[in-house]
């Protein structure tokens, strides 16, 4: 990757997003790709507190797959291969709503699962005729195994990091590497009125480990590190425990 090659962000809103951003945005250009790109004013005038030497926006709409391509091509005849692209778009969902309206547990799956596979497919397709970049993708906990209480978005979250991990095997060798970053219960908007979980992280922290696993050239981190020892009880509980856990 060059110095000059930019830094974007898609889900140009989103905690994380903006938070390892803020940690990649020293001398780089930043783009911020979100809905509603022109009331970004908050989180561009954050980048370039950081140092960034160039903050820009560019609508995007996760759901509208059509649109993927075109957006990444454009991007890259604007401002040049990509440098580090970070997938940090998603939502929770209402689990409860998602098990009597199949449209709400198909829109989590949608935004979560077959929107990030259709934009990783094209940003790896660009980035390898590249020849470099990175690409930052975000799992988490709830993918090791799908619980009772989550199974909506826990599904697509597993889902996710299988394509991801593939996604990386295949652009082995390329020029081009996936960062999977596995967070725990992450404290922010979107879990807003939750009660926090065991092994939690704020969005600065998830940012940091992110930040640091990509400059030690990892493929994958667990935010916190202890996580990647829970991920193994979940495998091994028994199914008659695991259907009774709560969260």
């Given at each position: 990757m060059n110095d000059t090659d930019p830094v974007v962000i898609f889900g140009g809103r989103s905690e994380i997003g903006v938070e390892l951003a803020e940690r990649l945005a020293s001398g780089a250009t930043v783009v911020l790709a979100a809905r509603r790109a022109d009331q970004l004013d908050d989180q561009v005038r954050a980048l370039r507190a950081a140092g960034?030497?160039?903050?820009?926006?560019?609508e995007f709409d996760a759901d509208d797959l059509a649109s993927h391509g075109p957006l990444v091509q454009r991007l890259v005849a604007e401002r040049g291969p990509i440098g580090t692209a970070v997938l940090a778009f998603g939502i929770l969902g209402d689990q409860a709503r998602a098990e009597a309206d199949a449209a709400h547990a198909v829109a989590v799956v949608q935004t979560d699962y077959v929107a990030q596979v259709s934009l990783l497919t094209h940003l790896a397709a660009a980035m390898r005729s590249a020849g470099r970049g990175a690409i930052v993708v975000f799992s988490s906990i709830a993918g090791v195994r799908a619980r009772r209480a989550n199974y909506v978005y826990g599904s697509a979250k597993a889902g996710l990091d299988a394509f991801a991990c593939g996604l990386a095997d295949a652009l082995h060798g390329s020029g081009v590497r996936?960062?999977?970053?596995?967070?725990?219960?992450?404290?922010?908007?979107?879990?807003?009125?939750?009660?926090?979980?065991?092994?939690?992280?704020?969005?600065?922290?998830?940012?940091d480990a992110a930040a640091r696993a990509l400059r030690k050239g990892r493929s994958a981190v667990w935010v916190p590190a202890p996580l990647a020892l829970l991920a193994f009880a979940f495998r091994i509980t028994p199914r008659f425990v695991w259907r009774r856990m709560p969260r």
């Open positions: 960034a030497a160039a903050v820009h926006t560019v996936l960062l999977l970053v596995r967070p725990g219960f992450v404290i922010g908007r979107m879990t807003t009125g939750m009660e926090p979980a065991p092994l939690s992280s704020t969005p600065g922290q998830v940012a």
